[in-house]
């Protein structure tokens, strides 16, 4: 027999049981088994989300769109229905998922060659091997020579979707290239986004959940044709040379994108190393059209470029919590911005998969109560987008009442509560800098102090805030939710001011001229204390109204 590496037989997606158990399960094992998997678990997160979109893809495919929510119900009600019709429609096309065939290999390229014949070392496919600096990493030695079959499939998924930008190898028959190399087009699409999931009690619903119908999705119902919407191993194999202007189709061509032309190298005990070039480039802005598992945000800088209104992916900072950027998942918690024909517009656009749950809401197909585990996963690169600086992982429980029809009351809570945090929080960040300034401090430590003292308090606040949050999924009167959060801010400010106070030095209670004015820990607390009461009034003696209903 042929040499052959089938996705949809071997071993190779790691995911985590029901009970707890590792496991490692081919393509027709995850979807058949999908109701027993907690998840998809392999080396790291941004891996498991490449993974995962794949699924979705097949999902999409073998659903047939799928074309309406009744469509999605059926299989929403019957998780096997998933499983039968999934493992069917991979079978129509399992030649294409074998990873080593000489023709078609899977998310490969047959024959692709640099024109020197030399191959990467498999460092240039492996994402959690630092450039430069390998005495970071235990992935050293003979754990770098080679890897099996499983894990070098797992990463040739992960590559097209976050590979670094850079130069990379120039194939033979890519015009393109220059000088034997090819220049950089841009990380892979995934690492240009900020990945959204919604995540369900198996891997069955998370796949259902994520697997939208376009035509209740208002940002792809215009555009995206789902029946024209194809991954790679419905088309003909692709050739050395990318597309530097190919658009995409819809949500499968986004999870499936060629970024990069590969081959792997290697033999039956594994794989040594692999051709790595440049693929399909891909372009961010207003992709909001094809792509639903990410948040967007207006761009003025790339609306001004363009000359029409331009919406970026959002990518969660790898130095905020993520609900600090829950106004981009509610898009009714967002602010607004004037688009360039003078109307108004939420300066964020909520993920497509958001839409979705929220349309599967007011359907009532999916509880309107309880908590909603939203993912997010992406990759922060460094200098030129060409080395990989740090993994963003993050889940946020949305309690499902912020998406219901009937939100106002709620929405309105969170937005002041966010509000206020921030608030306090400069309040902190202005009292570390007058305190430095009463200390002699120049303007860059103080402007450090300031930083420093706001840091402090989003480490206790980023605890703190999503739990209340998740708590306004409970019983409690909206107001009284209020109220609690108000406390618990002015009880961590608080805290965090007399940690300030305690750590000055004895001269800063004289103080120093700072301009025209004196400051000094006094003046400095009076102001902070004032700020704090402008930002939490104390509450009122009476009853408050939700008691009294």
């Given at each position: 027999m042929a040499d052959s590496f089938n996705l949809l037989d071997e071993p190779w997606i790691r995911v985590t049981r029901l009970s707890g158990e590792p496991d490692e399960v081919s393509l027709v094992t995850a979807f058949e088994e999908a109701s027993d998997i907690s998840g998809i678990h392999g080396e790291i997160a941004s891996q498991d989300a490449a993974i995962l979109r794949l699924l979705l893809a097949i999902a999409h495919r073998a659903m047939g769109g799928p074309k309406d929510v009744e469509t999605w119900e059926t299989y929403w009600n019957d998780p096997e229905l998933l499983a039968v019709d999934t493992v069917a429609y991979l079978e129509r096309f399992r030649e294409r998922f074998d990873v080593r065939d000489p023709v078609a290999p899977f998310f490969q390229v047959a024959g692709i060659h640099a024109k020197s014949g030399k191959i990467s070392d498999l460092e240039s496919l492996i994402v959690d091997v630092p450039n430069g600096a390998p005495f970071f990493t235990t992935r050293i030695g003979p754990g770098l020579d080679r890897i099996d079959w499983s894990e070098a499939a797992r990463w040739l998924v992960h590559v097209h979707a976050f590979d670094p930008?850079?130069?990379?190898?120039?194939?033979?028959?890519?015009?393109?290239?220059?000088?034997?190399?090819?220049?950089?087009?841009?990380?892979?699409?995934?690492?240009?986004?900020?990945?959204?999931?919604?995540?369900?009690?198996?891997?069955?619903?998370?796949?259902?959940?994520?697997?939208v119908v376009v035509g209740v999705v208002d940002s792809l119902k215009e555009k995206v044709d789902a029946d024209k919407d194809l991954p790679p191993w419905e088309c003909e194999p692709g050739g050395p040379a990318g597309n530097r202007d190919l658009d995409p189709t819809g949500p499968v061509s986004c999870y499936t994108w060629q970024t990069r032309r590969v081959l792997l190298h290697g033999d039956d005990s594994g794989v040594t190393g692999l051709f790595l070039g440049n693929g399909d480039k891909a372009t961010p802005q207003n992709r909001y059209l094809y792509e639903p598992m990410t948040a967007w945000r207006y761009s003025d800088p790339q609306t001004k470029k363009f000359k029409f209104d331009v919406f970026m992916p959002y990518k969660f900072p790898k130095d905020r919590a993520m609900w600090r950027g829950l106004s981009t998942l509610v898009s009714e918690l967002s602010e607004t911005v004037v688009r360039m024909d003078g109307k108004k517009e939420t300066k964020y656009k909520a993920a497509g998969v958001i839409d979705f749950y929220q349309q599967l809401l007011f359907d009532e197909i999916v509880p309107n109560d309880g908590l909603i585990p939203v993912h997010c996963v992406g990759i922060e690169y460094g200098a030129q987008e060409a080395v990989v600086e740090e993994h963003v992982d993050d889940v946020l429980k949305v309690p499902a009442k912020l998406l219901e029809k009937d939100n106002s009351r709620y929405l309105a809570i969170v937005r002041d509560a966010m509000k206020e945090t921030d608030r306090v929080a400069s309040s902190l960040r202005?009292?570390?800098?007058?305190?430095?300034?009463?200390?002699?401090?120049?303007?860059?430590?103080?402007?450090?102090?300031?930083?420093?003292?706001?840091?402090?308090?989003?480490?206790?606040?980023?605890?703190?805030f999503p739990r209340w949050l998740a708590s306004l999924a409970g019983e409690e009167a909206p107001d009284e939710a209020k109220w609690r959060w108000r406390e618990r801010l002015r009880k961590t400010a608080t805290g965090q001011c007399d940690r300030l106070v305690e750590s000055v030095a004895p001269s800063a209670y004289a103080g120093r001229a700072d301009g025209n004015r004196h400051i000094d820990v006094g003046i400095s607390l009076a102001w902070f204390e004032a700020s704090i009461r402008e930002t939490l009034p104390a509450r009122p003696d009476s009853q408050p109204e939700s008691k009294k209903d």
């Open positions: 930008s850079g130069i990379r190898s120039g194939a033979v028959g890519d015009p393109e290239v220059k000088g034997g190399k090819g220049y950089p087009i841009g990380p892979g699409w995934s690492g240009q986004i900020g990945v959204v999931m919604i995540e369900g009690n198996n891997l069955a619903e998370t796949i259902l959940l994520n697997t202005n009292l570390g800098g007058n305190l430095a300034k009463a200390q002699g401090a120049d303007p860059d430590r103080v402007q450090a102090a300031r930083e420093q003292a706001a840091t402090a308090f989003y480490l206790v606040i980023d605890e703190e």
